[in-house]
T-cell receptor
Framework: RKEVEQDPGPFNVPEGATVAFNCTYSNSASQSFFWYRQDCRKEPKLLMSVYSSGNEDGRFTAQLNRASQYISLLIRDSKLSDSATYLC????????????FGAGTRLFVKA | DAGVIQSPRHEVTEMGQEVTLRCKPISGHNSLFWYRQTMMRGLELLIYFNNNVPIDDSGMPEDRFSAKMPNASFSTLKIQPSEPRDSAVYFC??????????????FGPGTRLTVT
């Protein structure tokens, strides 16, 4: 079983749609959680951190359920510019913070 | 700030040759990470350093791979000898050191390695 698993995708949605990404992690000692975004042939960049209380940044909402070891990302009113790969990331302390990336879910938003 | 700097951006080499990838982290960032990304395996953490000290190298695929961080502003990832299956994009990332939680990692543009 992979340490971080995501929906395989790709997701193809029209502009304005709401899309949800799911992610599960296997290590219950995981301490920090993130969503990164990666555009084609570019480096990953932080989209948002994920907190137990849930957090929102404009059209993006992230949720964490530690009991279920589950993370989600919701994008509302999707834009063409949201087309990218979304990576779920988990950090575990091993003398420093070891980060594990999920395989990513590709999103295509079409006009 | 210039961000994380990696060189070279592209490298094409023949099987058996030594390859050295270089990284300059963001000034003041004490954690440095090396990743490899392929279509088949996604983004894999190879090794990471805190304050120039390797903390976890369990992701290094085999003895052909080695990484060093001689000072806070420079790190290298070396492959010797290189093999075609090492072809991938290699990313370096840096972050501020976390005490109780992990912080955002800033990635360099990557080195696209092709081994023929």
């Amino acid at each position: 079983r992979k340490e971080v698993e995501q929906d395989p995708g790709p997701f193809n949605v029209p502009e304005g749609a709401t899309v949800a990404f799911n992610c599960t992690y296997s290590n219950s000692a995981s301490q920090s959680f993130f969503w990164y975004r990666q555009d084609c042939r570019k480096e990953p960049k932080l989209l948002m951190s994920v907190y137990s209380s849930g957090n929102e940044d404009g059209r993006f909402t992230a949720q964490l359920n530690r009991a279920s070891q589950y993370i989600s990302l919701l994008i509302r009113d999707s834009k063409l510019s949201d087309s990218a790969t979304y990576l779920c990331v988990v950090s575990v302390y091993t003398g420093g913070f070891k980060t594990i990336f999920g395989a990513g879910t590709r999103l295509f938003v079409k006009a | 700030d210039a961000g994380v700097i990696q060189s070279p951006r592209h490298e094409v080499t023949e099987m058996g040759q030594e390859v050295t990838l270089r990284c300059k982290p963001i000034s003041g960032h004490n954690s440095l990470f090396w990743y490899r990304q392929t279509m088949m395996r996604g983004l894999e953490l190879l090794i990471y350093f805190n304050n120039n000290v390797p903390i976890d190298d369990s992701g290094m695929p085999e003895d052909r791979f080695s990484a060093k961080m001689p000072n806070a502003s420079f790190s290298t990832l070396k492959i010797q000898p290189s093999e075609p299956r090492d072809s991938a994009v290699y990313f370096c990332a840096s972050s501020e050191p976390g005490r109780t939680s992990s912080y955002e990692q800033y990635f360099g543009p990557g080195t696209r390695l092709t081994v023929t």
